[in-house]
C-alpha cells in the first residue's frame, strides 16, 4: 500500500504561484509514473501534469508554459509549481502514483488550490 500526502494548496490571486507537494511512502516498489490530476465543481477529475521515473513529462495543453513538474526519487516526492494561476485553475488538485509491477494507481487525499479574480 502507497500514502501520498499532499501540501501547499491554499487561495492565492489571479496571476500568483503556488507550489504543490506530495510525499509518498510504504511502497515496496520504485515509483514509476506520478503525477498530479484535478477537479474542479461540477466536472470530472483531468490530468494535469505526469513525469516518469526517467523525468519525462507530460501536460495538459491548459496548463503548458505555466506549471512545471518535478520530482526528487530519493525523496519519492513529486512537485508542482504553478505559475500565472487562473481563476479556471481553481479544483481539488490529487497526486498519484504508480509503482513499476503494479497495474494499480495510488491516490492522495487532495489538497484545495482557489484562484480568485
Known amino acids: 500500500q502507497v500514502q501520498l500526502v499532499e501540501s501547499g494548496g491554499g487561495l492565492v490571486q489571479a496571476g500568483g504561484s503556488l507550489r504543490l507537494s506530495c510525499a509518498a511512502s510504504?511502497?515496496?516498489?520504485?515509483?514509476?509514473?506520478m503525477g498530479w490530476y484535478r477537479q474542479a465543481p461540477g466536472k470530472q477529475r483531468e490530468l494535469v501534469a505526469t513525469?516518469?521515473?526517467?523525468?519525462?513529462?507530460n501536460y495538459v495543453d491548459s496548463v503548458k508554459a505555466r506549471f512545471t513538474i518535478s520530482r526528487d526519487n530519493a525523496k519519492n516526492t513529486v512537485y508542482l509549481q504553478m505559475d500565472s494561476l487562473k481563476p479556471e485553475d481553481t479544483a481539488v488538485y490529487y497526486c498519484?502514483?504508480?509503482?513499476?509491477?503494479?497495474?494499480?494507481?495510488?491516490w492522495g487525499q487532495g489538497t484545495q488550490v482557489t484562484v480568485s479574480s
Open positions: 498519484y502514483a504508480r509503482p513499476f509491477g503494479i497495474t494499480n494507481d495510488f
Open positions: 510504504g511502497s515496496r516498489f520504485a515509483l514509476n509514473v
Open positions: 513525469i516518469t521515473s526517467g523525468g519525462r513529462t
